[in-house]
């Protein structure tokens, strides 16, 4: 069974410093790993995802991923938080094999972004 | 195109009622799916379609039923609401579901908040 763990319910941070948000995963196989985000009363976003190749994965609004196999682990990051950024946060993982079981994520609990000016 | 749309976006219910939860994507894509999503919990996946007149269980499908008689549409039908049924619902779309193309990246519609009591 996948699984993803992100062991922060809450990342509290100040504007202007560098952000990250951690995640780990659990699959059989290579994976196929997410983020994605959540503004108040919206559906997710897709922000990026890592598929194969470079481990740094750049996305939407600045963020990056970096994916470490060895940690099993895939950390949400940016440079310089904004407000804007403030919202929840979602890590999600699948197997690289693909069977009849579809599009199936496993999505971790969120984490809580709060950039205070 | 309008994405994934939901419908309603709010509804309260009493326990043994029954409804439906109305979803549409207008991208053609082929897999569909049905989150909950509960405060510290993730998304978990209620079902899924991986096409027209094909469906599957996720990780919590009891107390819900799910049918695809077109591309287009994916309703989730509460059969007698319960109180642990009282969450937030996200329907989702993609084109593909495997292959770690871009066609992996889901997208989500508005969500569903709904309460029984």
Known sequence: ?117 | NAGVTQTPKFQVLKTGQSMTLQCAQDMNHEYMSWYRQDPGMGLRLIHYSVGAGITDQGEVPNGYNVSRSTTEDFPLRLLSAAPSQTSVYFCASSYGGGGGSSTDTQYFGPGTRLTVL
């Not at chain 1, 504007?15 to 699959?27: A, I």
């Not at chain 1, 059989?28 to 790993?33: A, D, M, R």
């Not at chain 1, 190749?53 to 440079?79: C, M, R, W």
Request: proline residues 5%.
């Open chain 1, 1 to 117: 069974a996948q699984s993803v763990a992100q062991p922060e319910d809450q990342v509290n941070v100040a504007e202007g410093n560098p952000l990250t948000v951690k995640c780990t995963y659990s699959v059989s196989g290579n994976p196929y790993l997410f983020w994605y985000v959540q503004y108040p009363n919206r559906g997710l976003q897709f922000l990026l995802k890592y598929i194969t190749g470079d481990n740094l994965v750049k996305g939407s609004y600045g963020f990056e991923a970096e994916f470490n196999k060895s940690q099993t682990s895939f950390h949400l990051k940016k440079p310089s938080a904004l407000v804007s950024d403030s919202a929840l946060y979602f890590c999600a993982v699948r197997s690289a094999h693909f069977n009849n079981a579809g599009n199936m994520l496993t999505f971790g609990g969120g984490t809580r972004l709060m950039v205070k000016p």
